[in-house]
């Protein structure tokens, strides 16, 4: 029903000089679609109020309202005279809306409040649209959008999901943005969280951790209770990046989830030794970005010093999980085998502080853009590990932005880890078979098919010659049938 509508606004955007790439066009179309979801949102929560009899006091008012500056209206008609159109379009934007909006991150009671979220996103982004004629046509395309159905925020969210795939794709840090949905629900199922747990992501990015959660916790037949546990108490997460903030939000928002408790936040930020237990969560889901760099003083937050980005937040995530708590996490396949002090300290924190019962070997082009091997690393908190159940995934068939990963290519993954199987892509390794010195746990799948020996030089040369002289033999008759 939507689809149409996102061509067009992307056809009109398209046009638009300020807007120069995949990113430029999620993170416009984020704060458009934002705030008609606030008015949406407003609405609905009058008419609640009317129907209880209670006053109800809206979070945005008077002429900031999306019906008084984005789609005024007159007998229920839009009202083309009163509409600002043009450079003045620009300037009410640029001068009193987005001040406006950002003013609430001030005013806001708290910071896991919707009118905090708001100041947040308006602190942090810039209108890039120059054409107020431009900004006119994409305002009334999104005016036509309602988000007032289960239904309707399913197809806007399957479409805006579709903008943020496409937005890493386009950029060599894809991973950084876009997770692949098929992976995420693979490691959802073998995480199993429940209603009453908290889940966490400490990189949220563009959220698909949480959301992908949400859907599957989300049931028809929830309490009223469970339903208010899981809009307010269940999904939490920090993200550093203005971008990925605002993506963040508004793909949880589209989700169907109200306010969601994203802390606009460097997560590396917080000492883990000053981590309290009213600070962990019960399952992690997380794919924390790779290389980095991080600098000294964040680098101090940490026992294990590294500069590799994904080390720290690895630490971070340990500390966060209760004991008893779970966790999949995203890292390059390097972490597995490197022999610096720093990946061998943390390998031997995670054997020792965390079960780490499952290790998933992804294939190259599972990340587009990212350029690098990644695993899976599945663990609780608590107890040592004993044993390790490894799994090496194969497709068949060679990754890339036309040929994706699919649920089905982790269907058999799923299906066996639930027993931890062994077979020809699955094997067992007791941690009595690990180096103690160097904890190292790299992928070497023993069912894999043997390579042929290589012959030896000896055997070559005696092979060449063999053929040289064979061929000797055939010139000389040669020579003599002339």
């Known amino acids: 029903m939507y689809e149409n509508a996102f061509n067009r606004i992307e056809r009109h955007l398209h ?5 120069s790439n995949e990113l430029d066009y999620v ?3 984020s704060w458009v679609l934002f705030l008609k979801y606030l008015h949406d949102l407003e609405r609905e929560r009058r008419d609640r109020a009317e129907l209880d009899g209670i006053d109800y006091c809206p979070i945005i008012s008077g002429r900031f309202c999306w019906d008084q500056w984005a789609a005024p209206r007159q007998h229920g008609l839009f009202d083309h005279n009163a509409a600002q159109i043009g450079d003045d379009l620009i300037d009410f934007i640029d001068d009193e809306l987005f001040p406006y909006l950002a003013s609430f ?7 896991d409040t919707i009118d905090y979220k708001i100041g947040e996103i308006f602190n942090e982004i810039r209108n890039k649209f120059r054409s107020g004629y431009i900004l006119r046509d994409v305002l009334e395309i999104v005016d036509g959008l309602s988000f007032n159905t289960q239904a309707q925020r399913y197809e806007l969210s399957e479409l805006y999901e579709t903008r943020i795939r496409r937005m890493g794709n386009a950029g060599r840090n894809g991973g950084e943005y876009y997770t692949p949905r098929p992976l995420i629900r693979a490691m959802i199922q073998v995480v199993k969280p429940l209603i009453g747990e908290t889940i966490y992501d400490g990189a949220v990015g563009s959220a698909g951790f949480l959301c992908e959660a949400y859907r599957a916790l989300r049931r028809d037949d929830l309490t009223a209770a469970e339903y208010e546990t899981l809009q307010s108490r269940t999904f939490f997460g920090q993200e550093k990046k203005s971008l990925a903030y605002v993506i963040g939000i508004m793909n949880m928002l589209l989700h169907g989830i109200e306010a969601p408790n994203i802390v606009h936040a460097n997560s590396l930020n917080e000492n883990v030794l000053d981590i309290q237990e009213r600070d962990r969560h019960d399952v992690i889901l997380a794919n924390p970005p790779f290389g980095g760099g991080e600098r000294r003083e964040v680098q101090q937050n940490f026992p294990i010093k590294s500069g590799e980005t994904a080390y720290l937040f690895l630490q971070h995530f340990i500390r966060k999980l209760h004991a008893g708590g779970r966790a ?12 610096d002090n720093a990946s061998v300290t943390l390998r031997r924190e995670l054997l020792e502080s965390c079960n780490l019962h ?7 082009g599972t ?8 695993v899976v690393l599945f663990f609780e908190k608590g107890a040592p590990t004993r044993r390790i159940w490894y799994y090496q995934l194969d497709p068949g068939r060679s990754l890339g932005k036309t040929n994706p990963l699919n649920d089905q290519d982790l269907a058999e993954f799923v299906a066996l880890q639930a027993g931890f199987m062994t077979g020809p892509k699955s094997w067992l390794v007791e941690m009595v078979a690990v180096d103690a010195a160097t904890c190292d746990l790299s ?11 290589l012959r030896s030089p000896e055997t070559i040369i005696d092979d060449i010659l063999a053929r ?15």
């Open 105 to 111: 991150r001030r005013s806001a009671t708290s910071a």
């Open 468 to 482: 040289d002289a064979e061929t000797a033999e055939i010139l000389e008759r040669i020579r003599g049938m002339l």
């Open 358 to 364: 499952t290790i998933l070997d992804c294939p190259q």
């Open 15 to 19: 046009a638009e000089e300020g807007i």
């Open 443 to 453: 992928v070497k799948n023993p069912n894999a098919p043997k390579a042929e020996a």
């Open 328 to 339: 999949a996490i995203v890292i390059k396949n390097t972490f597995l085998s490197n022999t």
């Open 27 to 29: 993170e416009q179309i």
């Open 367 to 374: 990340f587009q853009g990212a350029g690098v091997k990644t």
